[in-house]
């Protein structure tokens, strides 16, 4: 059969039989398992052993590489060019950072049983009520969805209902996060401000500076990634994924055969901006610190510059985008901290005038060639219409 | 707490599960009222003082010279347009100045574009599925599975409009004429009570044109078919009644003979065929 | 004090050196008038003072401030008369008192400085508060009046009042009025002085009000607070009329970043991100050019115009050529590609030049301000940025309204290929209208170059800011994005003062993302067939 997708499965299910995503929770999963490996057994002196700060640094790129995801899923399927997914991931990130904050307790430097060091320093008699709860893992971990979530449903909601499509959702979606990222900095809001939040110390009762919290953060970001991953397929493979395609091609045609364009943009955007709070979430405590920097601009379009390098609209193209392109920035700054930006700025310009399909099309073109040889194909007298 | 009361209701089905039985009221005849609809662009008035009223059931060609408002008329009954005065009802119960374009699609508003416009990156499949009459609400949508009635339903519509063997294929790929085929397929996987067909045989082949012809003839009757055409001799083999529309407004109605003999017509539309 | 005064003497000094010719022929009086100061038994010497004070030399105020503190001395052997510049050491530097140069460094011993005691000091006070009102050029005098409010006192009231009297001048007089009626109403309780008072916006004033509406003299103090309602409701007045200056002035420093965008993504449909390093790009231009030319600020500001355009221009082609012309159609892309390229260029910036700010001179011309009142002053440089800004638009709208290359881009705006079906050269309007829209912001960066630092950041700080100009004023509206960047200016400045900097543009930026939904088109939709696309 040359029908890929199988209509009539469910959509929870569906996934699990596509043998694109098999392949890649077999490739991503082993390498998890493979990393986690020799970083427990090797010596320290063997040559494949995997270092605690390696494992940490691979951890770090695959919430990348979910935020990234999150960004394919609205942009690839859906056709919204989101500038602003960096806000989202922050968010999560803050909503993770006010709980870990919460888990210093006194051992701060003010020794403040209540209040962070940051408030103790501004002279702040008493939390504020937005930091209540987060004392609490499972209200902080909530809080990491809900933060993202409704923050998008919001903003989509306005935006969609009137229709706001484009680049003028790119450009307002920049200014969003510009906007927080502005608000951030300021000490008033009581997220630390400038410095933000750091100097963590133990999530869920392990100490942070451990090789195996870290170990174990590596492992639920792999896991993340592959849930994550699972459920933009589940989306993507449903008839609500190709309801999204549609309204990406020819959103008034999709109204008039009688969907609510705007109820579905709502659905997926609200879907990825939580994704990429989840992302912010597992990042921050491996990099020890969130502050309103992640919300700058800058880091939005790059991510969908990871998306595009990748390969839009095919989920892995993103993860591998972003993979390359972080490592290939651990690599520039190390070496040539100069030479970094004339590469990314170069990327932009190649990746979409060279590489409009990205890596995943280039991968795309090898196969279908030789599929379409090996298939006689029916119609193509229709195709040299093309 | 009303809309949970709604939903759990067990005294009668969603109107999208009852495609047979319209909920709409045609028993006072008509089933498009228009009554004095303007509409008007920076000044310049698109639909002026327009009335138009299609009895169910029947196939209705609507011709006109450029710019006589054909276009701007069917964006008005889909709601794309909101009309600066007038209104436009649908049956005798549903204002369709009231609803938005999703509404008047899932109420039995069916419309083909004039440039034909489908799902370019799914397949001829996949554009009949997404157009099949079902709840197009986001949760029943994301977990829709195709059932086998659904999959014949399908293969019905995929025969009659001759694209088959191509199911599989990107729409994308279609030759002009088969696009329009495939948009006429989507209407009808709608199951509407009334199509509006916007130049329907434009880039088709006699033999197409001639099976567009049959097609459409064979809908009405069971539904209500208005078409926008330019092609004369397609509308004269179609027609039982003609409305000519001229600067926003109806010039002339009647049969084809009718039409074609009134002395206004000829001036402003005819004539220039000649 | 001390200080202030010596750096004055040095001031004067200076002055005089350059002004030593006509004071020749007055020498031999002065000399005399010295003389007799030296000579005269303390008991007199008042007397002379008033007669040094009242000869309207130029010179006497520094004799007599150079007295006060003890610095006019005698050389004893050659009979001159010095004032010591610097009394440290054996041998001290002076300068002579006639002439005003400095000659040099002087025996300790030689010098026979005149004395001077507490009286004489007071006395010397009073004299030297009014000396000033004494002189020749009124501009001075006014200066002088001014600076007497508030200061005045019993000692110095009779002077003044008579001075008052005297003077001719309105200004001055006006002034000296009003720093008699303060001293009044402080020390006096005057009601009179309070009506006199009324609407007077000095600071001294209004601090004299106050204190007299506290006063125990229950009229005295009905009067003053009327006064200071009055006062209080010109302030207001002059508050608005400053923030709206700010305001205005903002909003023309947003017309300029935005309105080369406006042209680019309204009428073009391009989407430019790296319209803020064009910006960035006209800015360096303005500072290389004062690299060039060096002492000459002013001239090199304004070669900075056409070239600063012709820089961002050459850049924008640049762009449009290797970049845009391939993306055509797929305004993600281009705002994704020009995005990179706007990495590259602020890079560019900071690897050739330099990742600090540059400093880019402000020309005496465009530096200080116009008083309007004393609580309302414009500053100079933003009112020329002002014009500029509507100088540029004007010239815009001309450009678009008036010639071919304006026909010819709405022409390929609204139908490409029936304009190209009409001979017109689609590729080459293209490569002029970025170059047009590329070129004012080149123009934008020599305005921003005269109030904001100069570096590699420059242009990121204005890319989002031009774009909610556009896009609120209504893409492909000229007018629009005029009133956009104006009214956003305002309500900017309207909102600072209670909100703060900061919060002020959050809530501008917020502002305009739910204006954006309630009315995506902006202010000025474009309406009907075209509005379509």
């Known amino acids: 059969m040359t029908q890929s997708t199988n209509y009539g499965q469910s959509w929870l299910t569906r996934p699990f039989t596509e043998r694109s995503t098999q392949i890649f929770l077999a490739v991503l999963l082993g390498a998890v398992a493979l990393v986690t490996f020799l970083n427990l057994t090797m010596p320290e002196d063997s040559a494949l052993h995997v270092s605690t700060y390696t494992v940490t640094l691979m951890g770090k790129y ?64 008493e939390l504020p009520w937005y930091w209540y709860g987060f004392d609490m893992a499972w209200f902080a971990f909530l809080m990491v969805l809900l933060a993202p979530g409704i923050l998008a449903f919001i903003f989509g909601y306005l935006a969609f209902r009137s229709r706001v499509t484009g680049v003028y959702l790119s450009i307002i979606t920049q200014a969003l996060t510009f906007a927080l990222m502005l608000a951030f900095f300021r000490n008033e809001m009581g997220f630390g401000g400038n410095n933000g939040l750091t100097d963590f110390m133990d999530i869920l009762g392990f100490d942070l500076r451990t090789d195996g919290a870290r170990l174990g953060l590596f492992v639920a970001s792999g896991i993340a990634l592959a849930i994550g991953y699972l459920i933009c397929r589940a989306i993507v493979g449903s008839k609500l994924g190709r309801v999204s395609v549609a309204c990406r091609d020819a959103e008034a045609r999709t109204r008039f055969i009688g969907y609510r364009v705007e109820r579905i943009q709502l659905f997926v955007f609200v879907v990825s901006a939580m994704l990429a709070g989840v992302a912010g979430a597992l990042y921050v405590p491996q990099v020890g610190i969130i502050n309103p920097s992640e919300f700058s601009p800058l880091f939005s379009i790059e991510v969908v510059v990871w998306v595009a390098l990748g390969g839009r609209a095919t989920l892995y193209g993103a993860v591998i985008g972003a993979l390359i392109v972080n490592y290939a920035k651990t690599v520039f700054t190390g070496v040539m901290p100069d030479a970094w930006l004339f590469a990314l700025g170069a990327l932009f310009v190649l990746v979409t005038v060279f590489l409009p399909k990205g890596i995943a099309g280039l991968l795309a073109g090898l196969t279908q060639k030789k599929a379409s040889t090996d298939k006689s194909v029916a119609g193509t007298a229709q195709e040299a219409g093309v | ?75 008005i009954i889909t709601g794309k347009t909101r009309p600066d005065t007038g209104s436009v009802w649908f049956g005798s119960r549903h204002n369709l100045l009231n609803m938005n374009e999703p509404e008047i699609a899932t109420l039995g508003i069916g419309r083909k574009f004039q440039k034909p416009t489908v799902f370019e990156a799914l397949t001829v499949f996949e554009n009949l599925e997404l157009s099949m009459a079902a709840d197009k609400r986001v949760f029943p949508t994301l977990t829709a599975a195709l059932t086998g009635e659904h999959q014949d339903r399908i293969d019905e519509v995929l025969d009659i409009i001759g694209l088959s063997d191509l199911r599989e294929r990107l729409a994308g790929i279609l030759s002009h004429g088969q696009k329009q085929w495939l948009e006429i397929g989507m209407l009808l996987m709608q199951k509407p009570r009334l199509l509006l067909v916007d130049e329907p045989v434009a880039g088709m082949t006699e033999q197409e044109m001639e099976r567009t012809a049959e097609l459409l003839t064979g809908l009405a009757g069971k539904q209500s078919v208005v078409v926008v055409e330019h092609d004369m001799g397609f509308v004269r083999s179609i027609a039982r009644k003609v409305t000519v529309l001229h600067q926003g407004s109806v010039l002339a109605e009647g049969s084809m003979d009718q039409v074609s003999a009134d002395p206004d017509v000829v001036k402003v539309y005819l004539g220039e065929d000649d | 004090m001390s200080i202030i005064r010596s750096l004055r003497l040095l001031l004067t000094a200076c002055l005089l050196a350059l002004m030593a010719l006509p004071a020749q022929a007055d020498d031999a009086q002065a000399k005399s008038l010295l003389k007799q100061l030296a000579d005269a038994p303390n008991a007199k010497k008042g007397a002379v003072i008033s ?203 947003l017309v300029l970043a935005a309105i080369g965008l406006a042209i680019t993504f309204g009428v073009m449909g391009v989407i430019n991100m790296a319209h803020g390093e064009l910006i960035m790009l006209g800015a360096y231009t303005t500072w290389g050019m004062q690299q060039l030319l060096p002492g000459q600020p002013g001239l090199a500001l304004i070669l900075s115009i056409p070239a600063g355009f012709m820089v961002a221009a050459l850049a924008g082609v640049a762009i449009e050529r290797t970049v845009i012309q391939h993306l055509k159609g797929r305004p993600l892309e281009t705002l994704l590609a020009t995005f990179g390229i706007s990495l590259i260029l602020q890079q560019l910036v900071r690897t050739v030049i330099s990742p600090l700010n540059r400093t880019v001179v402000t020309p005496e011309w465009m530096s200080g301000s ?6 309302l002053s414009l500053t100079l440089n933003r009112l020329y940025i002002i014009g500029f800004a509507l100088v540029v638009f004007a010239g815009l709208m001309l450009i678009m309204r008036k010639t071919r290359l304006g026909l010819e881009v709405r022409a390929v705006t609204q139908n490409r290929a029936m304009a190209r079906s009409m001979g017109i050269k689609a590729t080459r309007v293209d490569i002029m209208t970025f170059a047009l829209g590329s070129g004012v912001a080149g123009l934008a960066g020599v305005a921003l170059s005269q109030i904001t630092n100069v570096g590699p950041n420059l242009g990121q700080n204005y890319i989002i800011d031009s774009f909610m100009v556009v896009v609120f004023g209504g893409v492909g509206n000229l007018w629009g994005t005029l009133v956009a960047g104006l009214s956003l200016g305002t309500i900017n400045q309207l909102l600072e003062p209670w909100a703060g900097a900061v919060l002020a543009k959050i809530l501008v930026l917020v502002f305009i993302i739910l204006f954006i939904q309630k009315r995506p088109r902006g202010l000025f939709p474009q309406k009907g067939r075209a509005a379509e696309g």
């Not at chain 1, 859906?78 to 051992?107: C, E, P, T």
């Not at chain 3, 116009?370 to 609580?375: F, R």
Request: charged share 25%.
């Open chain 1, 62 to 125: 695959l919430c990348y590489a979910l935020l990234a995801v999150a960004v394919d899923l609205v942009w690839g399927y859906l056709g919204i060019l989101s500038l602003g997914h960096g806000a989202f991931f922050a968010l999560g990130g803050y909503a993770m950072g006010m709980y870990l904050m919460r888990q210093i307790g006194d051992r701060g430097v003010y020794g403040n049983p209540e209040l962070p060091d940051f408030m103790v320093f501004l002279n702040w008699q």
């Open chain 2, 1 to 75: 707490m009303s809309i949970m009361t709604e939903f759990t209701r067990r005294d009668r089905v969603f109107e999208f599960l009852a495609p047979t039985q319209s909920p709409v009221d045609v028993r006072h005849g008509p089933i498009l009222y228009l009554e004095d609809v303007t509409v008007s662009f920076d000044g310049f008035k698109a639909i002026n003082n327009l009335n138009l009223t299609i009895d169910d059931g029947e196939l209705r060609c609507i011709i006109g010279p450029n710019g006589a408002g054909k276009t701007t008329m069917m964006d």
């Open chain 3, 51 to 253: 007669d040094i004070a009242s000869s309207g030399d130029e010179r006497a105020r520094q004799w007599l401030e150079a007295f006060a503190d003890g610095k006019l001395a005698q050389n004893e052997e050659t009979g001159d008369f010095v004032i010591v510049l610097e009394n440290r050491g054996r041998n001290w530097t002076v300068a002579d008192a006639l002439s005003g140069e400095e000659i040099g460094e002087v025996s300790r011993r030689d010098l026979d400085s005149i004395r001077v005691n507490n009286a004489l000091r007071r006395e010397l006070d009073g004299i030297l508060s009014v000396i000033d009102l004494t002189v020749q050029d009124p501009e001075k005098r006014l200066t002088a009046a001014r600076e007497l409010r508030g200061s005045v006192d019993e000692t110095l009231i009779e002077r003044i009042t008579a001075l008052m009297e005297a003077e001719a001048n309105s200004d001055v007089k006006a002034a000296l009025t009003e720093a008699i009626a303060i001293y009044k109403v402080d020390a006096l309780g005057d009601l009179d002085a309070v009506a006199q008072l009324s609407g007077s916006l000095n600071i001294d004033a209004r601090a004299a009000l106050t204190n007299a509406a506290r006063s125990d003299n229950a009229e005295l103090a009905a009067a003053a607070q009327t006064a200071l309602d009055q006062i209080e409701q010109k302030l207001k007045l002059n508050n608005a009329a400053k923030t709206l200056y700010f305001g205005i002035s903002l909003g023309s420093v």
């Open chain 3, 370 to 375: 116009i008083m309007i009142n004393e609580a």
